[in-house]
């Protein structure tokens, strides 16, 4: 059973353009939400993250714009650049309500950033 | 370089062989994570340590799985018997207990012939 649904599989962006990815989720005990970064044979690198008691956060180009009600979060990339071209995964983690930050990751969108 | 490291980066075995892979932590992160990534997919949990205890296993872990931690330093990951299903991507992260920011290794790709 899939506990982080992640879409789109991949997208396609013009350089300057925004790149969005969404997530979805069903367990309300998830308290902690990251997005990691991944490229060919590296491991994957965090790049931002959230807890669900604030609506939107951003460092730099990158947002997160969370929606609890809908259990929903999704990455916005704004002035996509080629070096942006990579795969991303969206995760949650539920400590305070398990004592366990185990990582569940989403299957993965892979971004590719045309000049 | 602080960052997390494997060893090795890439290994081929025969089925039936046995395989080690070794983790070297950020150095003060008392924290220390498996995940296993095949291809197309995200990282999914094997299990994890603080300091030297093992806390939680997946039951992806089989029998043939085990893992050590045995100073809260540097980890071990031994897969027995290899069959060609354990072909994968096997990733090592490491965290402070506070804040949960997990960072990730360079990965260790496991492909069993």
């Known amino acids: 059973q899939q506990q982080v649904k992640q879409s789109p599989q991949s997208l396609i962006v013009q350089k300057g353009g925004i790149s969005i990815i969404n997530c979805a989720y069903e367990?309300?005990?998830?308290?902690?939400f990251p997005w990691y970064q991944q490229f060919p044979g590296k491991g994957p690198a965090l790049l931002i993250a959230?807890?669900?008691?604030?609506s939107e956060k951003k460092e730099g180009r990158f947002t997160i714009s969370f929606n609890k009600s809908a259990k929903q979060f999704s990455l916005h990339i704004m002035d996509s650049q080629p070096g942006d071209s990579a795969t991303y995964f969206c995760?949650?983690?539920?400590?305070?309500?398990?004592?366990?930050?185990?990582?569940?990751f989403g299957t993965g969108t892979r971004l590719q950033v045309f000049p | 370089d602080t960052g997390v490291s494997q060893n090795p980066r890439h290994k081929i075995t025969k089925r039936g062989q046995n395989v080690t892979f070794r983790c070297d932590p950020i150095?003060?992160?008392?924290?220390l994570y498996w995940y296993r990534q095949t291809l197309g997919q995200g990282p999914e949990f094997l299990t994890y340590?603080?300091?030297?205890?093992?806390?939680?296993k997946s039951r992806l872990l089989s029998d043939r799985f085990s893992a050590e931690r045995p100073k809260g330093s540097f980890s071990t990951l031994e897969i027995q018997r290899t069959e060609q299903g354990d072909s994968a991507m096997y990733l090592c992260?490491?965290?402070?207990?506070?804040?949960?920011?997990?960072?990730f290794g360079p990965g260790t790709r496991l492909t069993v012939t």
């Open positions: 992260a490491s965290s402070l207990s506070i804040p949960l920011r997990q960072y």
């Open positions: 367990n309300t005990a998830f308290d902690y």
């Open positions: 959230i807890r669900p008691d604030v």
């Open positions: 995760a949650a983690s539920y400590y305070q309500f398990y004592n366990t930050d185990k990582l569940i």
């Open positions: 150095s003060e992160h008392n924290r």
């Open positions: 340590f603080q300091n030297e205890a093992q806390l939680e």
